[in-house]
């Protein structure tokens, strides 16, 4: 059973570019997490997907960030025209939504640099 | 709000010694909480889970407990090992969500 893939593993982006981060949970699972770790700060929380609900966006920023997690696919992160503030590790875990605050598994992450 | 702590934010022990580390949170309103291990540059790995409703879970040489009511975890580490060097997070899963909050992390080096 693979675990939770995510990809790209780093991306490089210019200012005002878009970043696209992708993440595919575990088998079974339906539950996604996004979470950000910037330089030298701790892990946290942006946004909690179901297949095609946002269920909670409280730690996600209002403007320039987006995410989804369609029927078929895996869940997307995307930053519109990024800055250099944004440059991060980016986490997704995913749990089986079998009961409240059931297990989170967490992918390799995705390190974003902005130029 | 809920808040997580961890002390000491870094340790460094001869290789062959038991250890401890802290989590402290303010909300005691918890489904459960996770231990996780962080190398440099990569993922986090799962090491235990505590349900709110459980004391003590145990894997191999490590050993979590929880005491929800003061709001304390801690990680107990046997005959620590090199390779046990990391960055061991605590976190908190909220009745009120399902977000986890995260404690800052102990840097754990263990030299042989």
């Known amino acids: 059973n693979a675990g939770v893939m995510q990809n790209p593993r780093h991306l490089v982006r210019r200012r005002g570019q878009e970043a696209r981060l992708r993440c595919s949970p575990m088998?079974?699972?339906?539950?996604v997490y996004w979470y950000r770790q910037l330089p030298e700060e701790g892990l946290k929380f942006m946004v909690y997907?179901?297949?095609?609900?946002?269920?909670?966006e409280s730690g996600m920023p209002k403007e320039r960030f987006s995410a989804e997690f369609p029927k078929e696919g895996p869940s997307i992160l995307r930053i519109q025209q990024v800055v250099r503030g944004d440059s991060a590790a980016y986490f997704c875990a995913s749990s089986p939504g079998l009961a409240g605050g059931d297990e989170q598994f967490f992918g390799p992450g995705t390190r974003l640099t902005v130029l | 709000k809920q808040e997580v702590t961890q002390i000491p934010a870094a340790l460094s022990v001869p290789e062959g010694e038991n250890l401890v580390l802290n989590c402290s949170f303010t909300?005691?309103?918890?489904?459960?909480l996770q231990w996780f291990r962080q190398d440099p540059g990569k993922g986090l790995t799962s090491l235990l889970l505590i349900q709110s409703s459980q004391r003590e879970q145990t894997s191999g040489r490590l050993n979590a407990s929880l005491d929800k009511s003061s709001g304390r975890s801690t990680l107990y580490i046997a005959a620590s090992q090199p390779g046990d060097s990391a960055t061991y997070l605590c976190?908190?899963?909220?009745?009120?969500?399902?977000?986890?909050?995260f404690g800052g992390g102990t840097r754990l080096m263990v030299k042989p």
């Open positions: 909300d005691s309103a918890i489904y459960n």
């Open positions: 088998k079974g699972h339906s539950h």
């Open positions: 976190a908190v899963n909220n009745n009120a969500g399902n977000m986890l909050t």
């Open positions: 997907l179901q297949k095609e609900n946002i269920i909670d």
